[in-house]
């Protein structure tokens, strides 16, 4: 089963580039920081069975109580154990092996395996909808998966198969199991990898069985899972358990109707992602020949509506998703205000996250370009602005516009650390996102979804392929091929068009047979066998401008070039007094770009220089106020022309500053 967790190590990145650069500030220092984090907060500890302050600290209301540190340690395991392939760090090593022996020191008896229940003696089960016990099982089924294939042991992954069979007997059909699911999704698409590297039955069953059950509105006693467990706990109708206003209306947890009844993207956002790649995995072990399921085109049409929904009404330009900051997710379509002085605007870094790990997935369904330049898109913009150039703080939210209230700024490590280790992780197992691959008997194919520069080496029964890529992207479209196959093989490549390069490119050698189907440029064997090394220019890399949707009553402009978004600092535009918001920019300024370097670091990247017009708002009026509003309109005016610098969207805050961005300037 080709999950890129599985297969990144078949792919080695060599020479300088973007990705590799942040591979290895991750790898050398920000699993060393995030260690340092877990070990000061507690959370390195929590196995131990030790109760710690912070368990009785109720001043964090309305954040929740720490139910989900398991999920932090976890997610670090995971990432650490994909680091540790490539590089080798005693400390973290050490730590790895100190931490699953606590947990394998935690366990019940039963099998039962969560700190926060052990610890507090609070009952199992009986809130899975806030209380994460599913969540943790699931990020710790993940760790458990990375560390077997490192170590090569089952110190880890022994003792959660004992924990899944556990669950498995507490959820499902039966007449004398809960007929819930997980209140945050995440379970589902780590049993179906364990399924996937094990074969373990019980771990498919029980997540087939968490999403075909969702939304159920007669799931239990006649009612909604949720419903019949508050009720059941004895909970007040007239007292919420924490600031979320919408608890009770479940479309927070996607659990509103049933996924194949729903017709948009809702709720939380790391929820909806991680419940969706889990479904997108179902339907994979069906495409791949692993496991066959019969709704298998039912549930992909619930996918493609809801994938569409996202992307065409509810994704910002840089990839972020949610506009929400109440429910840290979806507002209604088209609601994308910039900041939350204008409303809103949250896209968490794990949201982004999920989207790219969601359209892995399906992008092995449905071979479309349009999944992978999301992908792209998320991945140099969304996701990496959340990791400072240093790999030691981090962003868990990812505003467009800065205001007074909320600065572009970092931290060091937040309440809720979800994303410092998420990052760690996805770029940990980065090389398995860049491309898929496989075949049979003399058959071969690679499906180039991502260009940097690295080689991937797999086997189709005795033959050994590579496929070797060089590009200086996201800076420059030209990317250099050397294949390497046994004679009389078989191999078709196919390459990603962006459609931001609207169709320009250059092939060399050419061929004219060469054709597109759904944004990929395929490569047949006939091609292949004539030239090993083969090279393509992907044009789009000039800077180009971009708007919202009009329906977002967003009235403006973005600069973008290549895959990646833009933005105004106060530290290039010093001038700045009021977070951009009155800055404004027209369609047809000549934009100019120049190679920059910050000194400190050495980062390269490619600056963006314009023009631009500061608004000028008189509300000077000689009528009376406090009438009616709009009854004296100001005079607005742009009254000062101004040089502006634009730096990619992901450098932002790295610089110190005054904590002035925006990303979307007024159109004139």
């Not at 926060?116 to 943790?136: M, Q, S």
């Not at 399906?362 to 999301?374: C, G, M, V």
């Amino acid at each position: 089963m080709s999950h890129p967790q599985s297969l990144f190590t078949q792919t080695q990145f060599y020479g300088p580039s973007l990705l590799q650069a942040r591979r290895l500030t991750i790898a050398r220092t920000t699993v060393r920081a995030q260690l340092q984090k877990l070990r000061d907060t507690g959370r390195y500890e929590c196995f131990s069975l030790r109760r710690q302050p912070v368990y009785d600290d109720r001043s964090r209301w309305p954040c929740p109580a720490p139910v989900y540190w398991d999920s932090d340690v976890a997610k670090w395991i995971e990432g650490a154990c994909y680091l540790l392939a490539e590089e080798y760090d005693p400390e973290v090593d050490a730590a790895v092996r100190e931490i699953v022996g606590m947990i394998r020191g935690a366990q019940a008896e039963d099998g039962y395996l969560n700190s926060w229940f052990l610890v507090t003696g609070e009952e199992r089960w009986g809130n899975v909808r806030d209380l994460h016990e599913l969540y943790c099982a699931g990020h710790l089924v993940e760790a458990a998966l990375a560390h077997s294939k490192y170590y090569k042991n089952d110190l880890l992954i022994e003792p959660i198969e004992k924990y899944v069979k556990l669950i498995s007997t507490v959820f499902g059909p039966g007449p004398d199991q809960k007929h819930g699911y997980p209140g945050h999704p995440e379970t589902e698409l780590a049993l179906l990898r364990l399924y996937a590297a094990t074969g373990n039955k019980e771990a498919y069953d029980l997540a087939k069985y968490f999403i075909e059950e969702r939304g159920n509105p007669t799931g239990q006693e006649g009612l909604p899972y949720y419903d019949w467990e508050q009720i059941r706990r004895g909970d007040s109708p007239w007292k919420r358990p924490d600031s979320y206003q919408m608890h009770t209306s479940h479309w927070y947890n996607q659990a509103h109707a049933p996924i194949l009844e729903q017709k948009s993207v809702e709720g939380h956002a790391v929820r909806a992602m991680y419940l969706y790649t889990g479904v997108a995995d179902l339907l994979c072990l069906d495409e791949l020949g692993v496991k066959s399921y019969s709704q298998k085109s039912e549930y992909f049409g619930a996918l493609s509506r809801l994938w569409n929904n996202m992307v065409d009404k509810k994704m910002y330009l840089t990839g972020g998703i949610g506009s929400m900051w109440q429910w840290e997710g979806f507002g209604i379509d088209y609601f994308l205000p910039q900041g939350s002085d204008e409303g809103g605007c949250y896209n968490e870094t794990c949201a982004s996250i999920g989207v790219i790990m969601l359209a892995e997935r399906l992008l092995h369904l449905d071979l479309n370009s349009k999944y992978a330049d999301i992908m792209e898109l998320c991945l140099y913009n969304a996701v990496m602005t959340g990791l400072s150039l240093e790999g030691t703080a981090f962003t868990y939210v990812n505003q467009l516009a800065s205001s007074e209230v909320d600065r572009n700024r970092r931290e060091d490590w937040f309440d809720t650390s979800c994303c410092p280790p998420n990052v760690m992780r996805l770029f940990g197992s980065l090389g398995g996102y860049l491309w898929d691959y496989g075949g049979t008997g003399r058959d071969a194919h690679v499906n180039v979804h991502l260009y940097t520069t690295a080689k991937v080496t797999f086997q189709i029964e005795d033959r050994q392929i590579s496929l070797e890529q060089k590009s200086n992207w996201p800076w420059e479209g030209n990317i250099l091929f050397q294949l390497e196959a046994p004679a009389a093989t078989n191999v078709t490549i196919r390459l990603r068009i962006p459609s931001w390069a609207q169709g320009r490119f250059t092939l060399t050698p050419s061929h004219r047979q060469a054709k597109i189907e759904k944004g990929y440029l395929e490569l047949p064997p006939a091609y292949t066998s004539s030239n090993s090394a083969f090279s393509i220019q992907i044009d789009g890399f000039k800077p180009r401008f971009a708007s919202p949707h009009p329906y977002t009553n967003q009235n403006t402009l973005t600069l973008a070039r290549g895959p990646l978004i833009y933005c105004v600092e106060d530290v290039d535009n010093a001038w700045e007094q009021d977070h951009f918001r009155n800055v404004g920019i027209k369609s047809d300024s000549p934009v100019s770009e120049s190679d920059e370097e910050l000194d400190q670091i050495g980062e390269r990247y490619v600056a963006l220089q314009s023009v631009g017009w500061i608004r000028k708002i008189d509300d000077r009026t000689e009528s009376e106020p406090g009438i009616l509003p709009g009854s004296s309109l100001p005079q607005t005016v742009m009254a000062e022309k101004k040089e502006l610098t634009f730096i990619p969207y992901y450098l932002r805050a790295n610089r110190g500053g005054r904590g002035h961005m925006r990303v979307g300037l007024l159109r004139l």
